[in-house]
């Protein structure tokens, strides 16, 4: 492969795409030293690069199937994860050329059974992550049954959505990322031209832009010849299998390979899926409703990096991890697709970033944790705080416990976690009953009396749980 793209890339070379004069071997050598940690006999990752619409670069490392010692290839189908949104934000602007909506649309349009939350959520602010509404997935793992846990369909996305009472924010007030926008604009897609999501992309998108190798995950249980198995680190450090065993999709679930999402790059880039009213309206990004800028557009983040504009988008499903990005005025795009959570997939992007972008003097940043938290003192004893609660928003509930002179969370799956007050009235929840989200619980207190309590994690604010018993 390498050798039958090396007059191109030497050609590039001499044109000075990197910052800095260099053999391609000394970039061949310096690609392979940054995806040295995908071992041939673990799970791995497949890298292209693009310059000019030219592929100039793939490779894959590591293995497809462990049980079976199948090597990943840039062939190989593996899961783009929210890389997907761009896909069903592109259906939706289509659909508006077609003439069969608009995205100032109000979405009860289309979805009439959504309540009606006081101020109109027109389509454009599903688009943009600006609704308010809260993720279904994060509800579900308030319920107890993260994604994960059942095999959930975009009717069961759905029916939690139209569940949720009130909004995390009011419409364009902030911008949350919610995949319930994305799981609505599947559901409209399907509505308004009455093909399902697979079948308009795969007639407008995939094959124009020729991507062979590109499908939706609708049916988790279809044989897909060449899929990647994906997976994770167990808590021994040893490999299980991680796979995405649900049939939702549009918000993710986009199987594919990095040179088919190469090809979308050029195929959108040059405003073929609609001309350039099309590609102004996918990189378009609106003010909130404060007046500060909310730099998502439609499935993408419109950036820049070290001077030059930069259109990105990263994903996460399950054991599936991805990044594609494209730098216009470089006329470059880096695709990365990978069938380990095992690393953290930005890393090895900002070291491709550093070799490939002109004038990365970038330094990395660095992390803080969030400090420890300022405890307050009590006056209600633990016992005044046990009981039943349920919500009808996530249809499930819990109960609350004394146990070892603390309060412990206990779902009816049996499994528990430790809460830690602060005061009387907050709470912060096990992240481990929360599939992995810091959670703030909020008591309600009525005349000293505890009525309830409300939980919010990242996506899903407030959700309010009464108390039974």
């Not at 069969?100 to 939350?117: A, G, Q």
């Not at 500060?292 to 990105?312: E, M, S, T």
């Not at 412990?408 to 009387?424: A, P, Q």
């Amino acid at each position: 492969m390498l050798k039958k793209k090396l007059p191109i890339l030497l050609f590039l070379i001499t044109t000075n795409f990197a910052a800095t004069a260099q053999t391609w071997q000394d970039t061949a050598s310096k690609i392979e030293a940054i995806f040295s940690k995908y071992k041939s006999d673990h799970p791995g990752c497949m890298l292209s690069i693009s310059r000019n619409g030219q592929l100039i670069y793939s490779k894959a490392w590591g293995l497809a199937d462990l049980e079976r010692n199948v090597p990943l290839t840039t062939s190989s189908i593996t899961e783009a994860g929210s890389v997907s949104k761009q896909f069903t934000a592109a259906a939706i602007l289509l659909l508006e050329q077609q003439g069969k909506l608009s995205i100032n649309d109000d979405v009860r349009k289309f979805i009439p059974e959504l309540p009606d939350y006081g101020s109109p959520i027109p389509i454009r602010y599903l688009l943009h992550h600006a609704s308010g509404i809260r993720d279904w997935g994060a509800v579900a793992s308030i319920a107890g049954w993260p994604r994960g846990t059942k095999a959930y369909t975009n009717d069961d996305a759905l029916d939690i959505i139209i569940h949720q009472k009130a909004l995390n924010h009011s419409p364009n007030e902030e911008f949350l990322y919610s995949n319930s926008n994305y799981s609505l604009l599947t559901i409209i897609v399907q509505r308004v031209s009455g093909m399902s999501l697979a079948a308009f992309t795969r007639q407008y998108i995939f094959e124009p832009a020729g991507m062979t190798h590109t499908q939706w995950r609708d049916d988790y249980k279809r044989i897909v010849p060449g899929r990647a198995i994906a997976y994770s680190k167990s808590h021994d450090s040893s490999y299980e299998i991680n796979m995405p065993n649900e049939n939702a999709h549009g918000h993710g679930g986009l199987l594919t390979t990095t040179e088919d999402l190469l090809k979308w790059n050029v195929y959108y880039g040059s405003g073929k899926p609609g001309g350039a009213a099309f590609l102004s309206k996918q990189l378009a990004t609106e003010e909130l409703n404060n007046g500060k800028p909310n730099n998502y557009g439609a499935g993408l983040f419109i950036g820049k990096l070290w001077g030059y504009d930069r259109i990105f988008h990263d994903g996460a499903t399950a054991g599936y991890r991805a990044f594609l990005e494209s730098f216009p005025q470089l006329n470059l795009s880096i695709a990365l697709l990978s069938n380990t959570a095992e690393f953290n997939i930005a890393e090895p992007i900002q070291l491709l970033n550093a070799l490939f972008v002109p004038g990365n003097d970038h330094k990395a940043g660095n992390f803080q944790s969030d400090g420890a938290a300022m405890f307050i003192r009590r006056k209600h004893k633990l016992a005044d705080f046990t009981g039943y609660y349920y919500s009808e928003e996530a249809q499930a509930g819990f109960t609350v416990v004394v146990k070892e002179d603390q309060l412990w969370m206990v779902r009816s799956t049996g499994r528990t976690g430790k809460l830690l007050l602060n005061g009387d009235e907050y709470c912060e929840g096990p992240s481990g009953m929360f599939d992995g989200n810091k959670a703030e619980i909020k008591f309600i207190w009525e005349k000293d009396a505890l009525t309830g309590l409300t939980v919010s994690i990242p996506r899903a604010r407030n959700v309010f749980f009464t108390r039974q018993k």
